[in-house]
T-cell receptor, first 118, second 117 residues
Framework: AQKVTQAQTEISVVEKEDVTLDCVYE???????LFWYKQPPSGELVFLIR??????QNEISGRYSWNFQKSTSSFNFTITASQVVDSAVYFC???????????????FGQGTILTVHP | DAGITQSPRHKVTETGTPVTLRCHQT?????MYWYRQDPGHGLRLIHY???????DKGEVSDGYSVSRSKTEDFLLTLESATSSQTSVYFC????????????????FGPGTRLTVL
């Protein structure tokens, strides 16, 4: 069975600090996909990134960066120079590959509540 | 943004009453999913659909049924609502343009907050 663990329930930082959100996953699949979603206080779920299991290159998008390490089954998310608008719940998720009886179902972590104080 | 709407957005009902939540998409995507969000659990899959009239159970399907009679609509029904079904319900859709062995990104609707008294 697939499992995603976000051990940090809540993180509180002051604006301009860097912050890393941890995500550890378990799967028996050799092909899988990892995602991060953001849920701001308004409640919607916003897609941030998708990575497949064959691509371990780190990715940077503005102040956001992601570190994927298959050796430790981790897909961590770093926000550089955090801002108040980054305050949200962040979810890491794992998807099996489609094919056969697989339909891309997502398994989510419990979420990390990030609060950025001015 | 993906064209996904959910109705109603908020609902309060009483234990034992039937409830139907609707997810409507304008993207013509093949795959649709229902999740529930509860504190400490993240989002958990209830049911999903991989085509019209093709549905299957997810992780937490007990007490729920679904139907998909056309591509754009995916209905979630609580036959007899219980207080444990108080939650926020999210619908999601994903594309099917990739071949087997891939996984499309799921895009989520705005959510429905359901309270069962």
């Amino acid at each position: 069975a697939q499992k995603v663990t976000q051990a940090q329930t809540e993180i509180s930082v002051v604006e301009k600090e860097d912050v890393t959100l941890d995500c550890v996953y378990e799967t028996r699949d050799t092909t899988y996909y990892l995602f991060w979603y953001k849920q701001p206080p308004s409640g919607e779920l916003v897609f941030l990134i998708r990575r497949n299991s064959f691509d371990e290159q780190n990715e940077i998008s503005g102040r956001y960066s992601w570190n994927f390490q298959k050796s430790t089954s981790s897909f961590n998310f770093t926000i550089t120079a955090s801002q108040v608008v980054d305050s949200a719940v962040y979810f890491c998720a794992l998807s099996e590959a489609k094919g056969g009886t697989s339909y891309g179902k997502l398994t989510f972590g419990q979420g990390t509540i990030l609060t950025v104080h001015p | 943004d993906a064209g996904i709407t959910q109705s109603p957005r908020h609902k309060v009902t009483e234990t034992g009453t039937p409830v139907t939540l609707r997810c409507h998409q304008t993207e013509n995507h093949r795959y649709m999913y229902w999740y529930r969000q509860d504190p400490g659990h993240g989002l958990r899959l209830i049911h999903y659909s991989y085509g019209v009239k093709d549905t299957d159970k997810g992780e937490v399907s007990d007490g729920y049924s679904v139907s998909r009679s056309k591509t754009e609509d995916f209905l979630l029904t609580l036959e007899s609502a219980t207080s444990s079904q108080t939650s926020v319900y999210f619908c999601a859709i994903s594309e099917s343009r990739v071949t087997a062995g891939a996984s499309d990104t799921q895009y989520f609707g705005p959510g429905t907050r359901l309270t069962v008294l």
